[in-house]
């Protein structure tokens, strides 16, 4: 009689595969207008594009304060449809404001965000400089969960992201934020409520070397990370003092790069 409720339990906390891509699914249509504002700081914050507004508003300007004239407009005009403009404009206020504007967002954005994610190679490289592969993790901490279906070797992740078939908890509000891993060691993360003594993972995650990872549909509350290398000397680390609002901020990043020394 008692084993009906212990097995309901139990797909409550592993949901089926499923129901997990109908929740991440549902995760990623919420977080959009986050993900696509911070997608937005990543590129305005290119050096090269902010000295292009800026150069071209100089630009105008100049032009205007030479023949006292919208000499750009008026060329942009021509190559336009001839119709009567519902708002007035001019070349230089128009790329002024925007000059402005992107220079106010990318401060902001560095403020709540920390520096930008850049994901650029070059289109083409040398042969005789081309780097040499950086060679696979040599994990040196066992998988924890052992085998599964779905993973049955029992061997740690390929690519960053959530450990598969583990809880998915602390999730439904609008909390973001972005683990970074700096370092030359694959990084095991748990994420763990702040007054969880010892800590019963809400969610886990696996970073490469020197890679990131998105936490999104975080609910309000306080937590704190605890991380282990698990190649390397298995090296432990936490972050505490997190704290989710209600409603949440746009996120933040979270670099794990500070570690206790082996007793």
């Known amino acids: 009689m008692l084993q009906r409720p212990i097995l309901t339990a139990a797909v409550l906390v592993l949901p089926s595969t499923s129901a997990r891509a109908e929740a991440a699914l549902a995760d990623l249509l919420f977080m959009m207008p986050a993900i696509l504002l911070k997608g937005l700081y990543d590129e305005l914050a290119r050096p090269w594009l902010l000295a292009a507004f800026w150069a071209g508003a100089l630009l105008c300007w100049l032009v205007y304060a030479k023949t006292g004239r919208d000499v750009v407009g008026d060329w942009l ?155 390397g000397q298995n090296l432990s680390g936490s972050l505490e003092g997190i704290q989710i609002g209600n409603p949440a901020g746009l996120g933040y990043n979270l670099e794990l790069r500070d570690f206790a020394p082996k007793p």
């Open 77 to 231: 005009d021509r190559l336009s449809p001839v119709r009567r403009p519902l708002i007035h404009t001019t070349s230089y206020g128009t790329l002024g404001f925007f000059a402005v504007a992107s220079l106010l967002y990318v401060i902001v954005g560095y403020a709540l965000w920390g520096p930008p994610q850049r994901n650029d190679r070059p289109a083409y490289q040398h042969t005789a400089t081309r780097q040499p592969a950086k060679p696979a993790v040599q994990h040196t901490l066992p998988y924890p969960y052992g085998k599964s279906p779905g993973n049955p070797k029992g061997t740690w992740p390929t690519t960053s992201g959530n450990l598969d078939n583990q809880p998915y908890l602390a999730h439904g509000g609008g909390g973001l934020f972005t683990l970074r891993n700096p370092g030359d060691e694959g990084l095991w993360v748990r994420l763990c409520a702040a007054d969880a003594q010892p800590c019963t993972p809400l969610r886990q995650v696996y970073l490469l070397p020197r890679s990131g990872f998105t936490v999104d549909r975080i609910s309000a509350g306080a937590y704190r990370l605890e991380y282990t290398q698990t190649s």
